[in-house]
């Protein structure tokens, strides 16, 4: 359900939850700012426009969103795709692919695709947001030290020109930035301001600094942007062709599916924190709103924000109210502060990306999974990590998917059992019947999903005959699912038997599967006698044809 209707029917938007929801969304509003400057300066955008992304999307996705308690707007995890498209294409470029994107998770929503989404596993995530970490760390030492411009597109490129260049950082950048990373460490430590967000607090001190100051050479948002305008962003649709949006088509897909990882991923650790329960799928459309409107309004992709979602949450929003008022609560500080942000030092916004990163990293996790996961969830861990550090994150993303799947199908595959039964085995269970395994008579038993994954095993365990029975009976009673391979492998298997006049019989399906099986055609291949129940009935039925036959011969 929407999340601004579900509210409203849990009578969460009634005057008494006002007050709580106010405080939480001014907190949040304060700390989406620096952020919100950073990660659009990090993209490659200007940093009013992370905020107008903030303001435009973070207000979409409160309305329409599938969590009532979930923050959305730029994140550090989108920085090295949008930076690329951005260094690439250009920022027009990076608002006909936000839209595109947009699009696809409005489309993914509608199919409801959100169940399936949240189930990415976590050596992937870990290793997809772990990459990103390192290459945020990376990519702002250039504003933290005040290094200079480097060249090359990839981290292998950046890193030696960077390490090379270290002995130029300029001093006064390198002080307020380190002053600003104190601060954004240590204030939540110190127990009179501890309520005070730690980034806000950092940029604060070091823009006043810098103004009071005015060290020379110390790159701001001033001298690399010309300020940030003092209002609210024109409504101007993006030139988009057939052209742009063949060439943008990819990228696009790439946020996407970022978004819809992260979005559902920050509403899942809302769930757990308010004891809610948030829908995927409308979660999904709500995000894809957002990233269709916010490039109409200078802004560019955005996705649930995790760290946002959480402050919320302490300082007890429970409603969209508490997001709504986010919103109001940027829009008051660009209409009314925007000029002061002139003097705000780009090393200050790197010093609080650098704290993003370590917290996206997730070292103590990473090394925990190393040191206890199996091997093969290392092994996909490392490649995913590998692979967004030094080649590219869509890459990395779609290989530990694979890999993961086909970890995942191999163990499936081993986890099906094909047995031959013989006669002791089965002889607890037919004697309460009254009944016996008959000579001639071969009973294989198939134990988990009858899949691609698992024929061949299936095909191992019945080339083992070495001699024709008269009767193959196949219990299919503990197979939850089939699939086309599976169906035309046991297609083959009966005509082949059928060629050597061997009958064979199939017991104890699911509705589930008998329905698959009639509709392949393989009940009528079989003769319906021969598909039965269970196998005491399968065995009554070869008993009682077994008699007419000595009945037919008598006669004879």
């Given at each position: ?21 106010i ?17 659009a ?42 930076a ?14 936000t839209l ?39 990519g ?33 950048t ?71 949006v ?45 990233n ?12 649930g ?14 409603s ?137 095993n299936f ?30 492998t ?10 050597r ?29 021969n ?8 065995l ?16 004879d």
């Amino acid at each position: 359900m929407i999340a601004l209707l579900e509210a409203g029917r849990a009578g969460l938007l009634r005057r008494e939850h006002w007050a709580r929801n106010i405080v939480a969304g001014v907190v949040v509003g304060v700390v989406a700012l620096p952020l919100a400057m950073a990660f659009a300066i990090a993209s490659g955008a200007k940093p009013q426009q992370g905020i107008y992304t903030a303001i435009v999307a973070g207000l979409l996705v409160t309305a329409l969103g599938g969590s009532r308690v979930q923050i959305a707007g730029p994140t550090g995890a989108f920085i090295i795709i949008l930076a690329g498209i951005t260094a690439e294409h250009g920022i027009d470029g990076l608002q006909i692919a936000t839209l595109l994107a947009g699009v696809m998770l409005l489309l993914l929503g509608l199919s409801r695709m959100g169940a399936i989404i949240k189930f990415i596993p976590d050596p992937v995530i870990l290793g997809f947001t772990s990459g990103i970490a390192v290459i945020i760390f990376v990519g702002q030492w250039k504003d933290f030290f005040g290094l200079p411009a480097v060249s090359g597109q990839h981290f292998h490129e950046k890193l030696p020109e960077l390490l090379l260049s270290l002995p130029e950082l300029h001093p006064a950048t390198t002080a307020l930035g380190v002053m600003a990373l104190l601060l954004v460490i240590y204030t939540p430590r110190i127990p009179r301001v501890r309520r005070l967000p730690g980034p806000l607090v950092g940029l604060i001190a070091a823009t006043l600094v810098q103004a009071v100051f005015d060290f020379s050479g110390v790159a701001t948002i001033g001298t690399a942007f010309g300020g940030i305008p003092s209002g609210l962003p024109s409504f101007q649709v993006p030139e988009v062709t057939a052209g742009r949006v063949i060439e943008l088509i990819g990228p696009a897909f790439a946020i996407a599916m970022l978004g819809a990882i992260e979005s559902l991923l920050s509403a899942v650790v809302a769930d757990g924190m308010a004891g809610t329960r948030h829908d995927s799928n409308q979660e999904l459309i709500g995000q894809g709103i957002a990233n269709i409107v916010a490039p109409l309004f200078g802004g560019f992709a955005a996705t649930g924000a995790i760290a946002r979602t959480a402050t919320n949450i302490r300082n007890g929003g429970n409603s969209p109210i508490a997001g709504i008022v986010h919103c109001l609560t940027l829009v008051l500080i660009v209409l009314l502060l925007a000029p002061l942000a002139v003097h705000v030092p780009l090393a200050a916004l790197a010093a609080i990306l650098f704290v993003i990163a370590w917290n996206m990293g997730e070292a103590r996790h990473f090394l925990k999974m190393v040191r206890r996961a199996p091997l093969a969830d290392v092994l996909i861990l490392l490649v995913t990590f590998i692979l967004t550090v030094f080649v590219d994150l869509v890459v990395a993303v779609n290989i530990g998917v694979i890999l993961a799947t086909l970890h995942f199908l191999r163990r499936m595959a081993a986890s099906v059992e094909v047995e031959l039964q013989s006669g002791p085995q089965l002889e607890d269970e037919l004697r309460l019947r009254g009944l016996t395994l008959p000579p001639n008579v071969l009973v294989y038993r198939v134990e988990g999903p009858f899949f691609f994954g698992a024929v061949e095993n299936f095909e191992r365990a019945l080339a083992s005959t070495h001699t024709d029975p008269k009767v193959l009976i196949i219990r299919l009673r503990w197979v939850p699912f089939m699939d086309i391979t599976g169906l035309q492998t046991l297609e083959e298997v009966v005509r082949d038997f059928q060629r050597r006049k061997v009958r064979v019989m199939m017991t104890g399906a699911s509705e589930r599967v008998r329905v698959k099986l009639d509709k392949a055609g393989l009940i009528d291949l079989l003769g319906r006698e021969n598909f039965c129940e269970d196998l005491p009935t399968a065995l009554w039925i070869l008993a009682a044809s077994s008699a007419q036959d000595q009945a037919l011969q008598g006669g004879d």
